[in-house]
């Protein structure tokens, strides 16, 4: 047997591209109300079943990897939802959650070439449009993102909002 055959042998597809259904945390537990979308994924971790996670990839891909984990989905991929979390800036009131569709993701260009200032609603809907995936975001108000200043905990809007976000994702993967 060549390399090459050993190498087409084995299988280096990333985990969370072998289930039908992504739940994508985008944020920082270092930055305040920016890691609204961790306190969402580690809930999710324990509410749902060791069944419902054979189909649920639930992903922590930070402030810098949600562009890196999209750019791995190919025509191979399983994936046929993505879930993003992410605290938005729509001029709502902090706390308040926001279901965003595809559609209604912003043109947002690019500015600079710099992966934490990357927009990610354009790839997002590429990747969408290309390989037929539904997209959702669930977007949180923000009351206070710390960056570049450290500040651990969410404010107590966001910190409440959790649970309506977790709420909100569950009745969407079971069907509710």
């Known amino acids: 047997m060549t390399i090459e055959e050993k190498y ?4 280096l597809t990333p985990s969370y591209l072998k289930k039908e259904i992504m739940i994508l945390a985008c944020g920082n537990i270092l930055f305040a109300d920016d890691g609204f979308s961790v306190h969402v994924i580690e809930k999710l971790n324990e509410i749902l079943t060791e069944q419902e996670k054979e189909n649920i990839a639930l992903v ?3 402030a810098g990897a949600p562009q ?3 750019t791995l989905i190919d025509e191979n991929s399983k994936t046929k939802k993505i879930i993003l979390v992410d605290v938005i800036d729509w001029g709502l009131k902090p706390g308040e959650i926001k279901i965003i569709e595809k559609e209604e993701l912003p043109n947002v260009k690019y500015c600079k070439f710099d992966i934490h200032n990357l927009p990610l609603s354009p790839l997002l809907k590429e990747v969408a449009e290309k390989y037929n995936i539904e997209v959702k975001v669930i977007g949180c108000q923000a009351k206070y993102v ?3 200043d450290v500040h651990i905990g969410l404010s107590e809007e966001v910190e409440k909002a959790v649970d309506k976000a977790v709420n909100i994702i569950l009745r969407e993967l079971r069907g509710d």
């Open 8 to 11: 087409e042998e084995l299988d």
């Open 146 to 148: 710390s960056e570049p």
């Open 68 to 70: 890196q984990v999209l």
């Open 60 to 62: 922590d891909a930070g």
